[in-house]
């Protein structure tokens, strides 16, 4: 078994100068947390694999291909493969569970 504290993987995250930890990986998936403070510009590209978002604190937008929705604490939402994405309008500091499938390369 794999378990983890979200105030360790955040706190392990900001010690290593990232925005993104991933901390789990396997032959099927990946997991990471993904850290954008209020104000800042989200610089992802679209991925290879399909994506789930589940949003852990913050409040934000979000834009999946042509479509735009808030997100906050609690929001999940469902990337494409190769679909251009982006987090904007970020008002609160947000932490973000990533789960890619296939994992990320």
């Keep these: 078994m794999k378990a983890f504290r979200l105030d360790e993987l955040e706190a392990e ?3 290593n100068d990232g ?6 990986r396997e032959r099927t998936m990946s ?3 993904y850290a954008l403070d209020a104000g800042e510009l989200d610089p992802q590209r679209p991925h290879q694999q399909d994506e789930v978002y589940f949003v852990v604190s913050g409040r934000a937008s979000i834009t999946v291909g042509t479509e735009t929705t808030q997100v906050g604490r609690g929001s999940v939402v469902y990337v494409p493969a190769g ?3 982006k987090f904007h309008h970020i008002t ?6 990533v789960v890619f499938s ?3 390369s």
């Design 92 to 97: 609160e500091d947000l932490r973000v569970m």
């Design 13 to 15: 995250r900001a010690a």
């Design 19 to 24: 925005a993104y930890l991933q901390f789990v």
């Design 83 to 85: 679909v251009d994405h």
């Design 102 to 104: 296939p994992p990320e």
């Design 31 to 33: 997991v990471g947390l």
